[in-house]
């Protein structure tokens, strides 16, 4: 009969090896979502290996593309992850379809960007470019708006400028694989991404980037 140490002893191997394939298929389905909607290589060279959880006002969650309107995405969301002690990470939004995707001449167009998180607390890091919700003009269809979440490999000197969340300067034609390739970021850890339209909220989307 088995001893209680030695079915212990099994029970963690299942258990590692149960969470070892839970990880490769979430990895596999990052990697079809991500280059099936051609966010790589528009965006990025290599897909992360987990999905962000990213949630909107009234419960809307960001889910591997689907459609949410400019209205919905209005406010910033709250972004979660399992971090590690004493880590820091860097979090960024950016449209890659600017001004239309057919002809993304301002690509990329980022929409927030924060680093220096402690942990997994966004509210608490350095806020290099303020959130704004998404804005595509009348027209150009979809946009994939983008969340990347990069593991620091310590706490870092940004040299960016800081662009208020009443301005678009800075924002047009920003890279977020140059920036991680400038600040040796890696590939991202995790990542989520949606896609939105035009509706009527985008003029005061366009009025507030104007400073007025």
Known sequence: MFSIKTFKNVLCIFLVIAIASVNALEDDEVQKVFKGNEVVPDVIPT???QFLKVT???GLTVD???????????SEPKVDWVAEENTYY????????APSRTNPKS?????WLVANIPGNAVSQGEVITAYVGSGPPEGTGLHRYVFLLYKQPSKLEFDEPRVSNRSRNNR????AKK????YNLGTPIAGNFYQAQWDEYVPTVHKQLSGN
Do not use: C, W
């Not at 860097?90 to 379809?97: G, H, K, Q, V």
């Not at 690509?107 to 929409?111: Q, S, Y």
């Not at 047009?172 to 890279?175: D, E, I």
């Open 47 to 49: 897909s992360p290996k």
């Open 56 to 58: 909107y006002e009234n």
């Open 90 to 97: 860097t979090l960024i939004m950016t449209d890659p379809d």
């Open 179 to 182: 920036f991680a390739e400038k």
């Open 172 to 175: 047009p034609n920003f890279s």
């Open 107 to 111: 690509r990329e167009f980022h929409h």
């Open 64 to 74: 591997k593309g689907a459609e949410l309107t400019p209205t919905q995405v209005k």
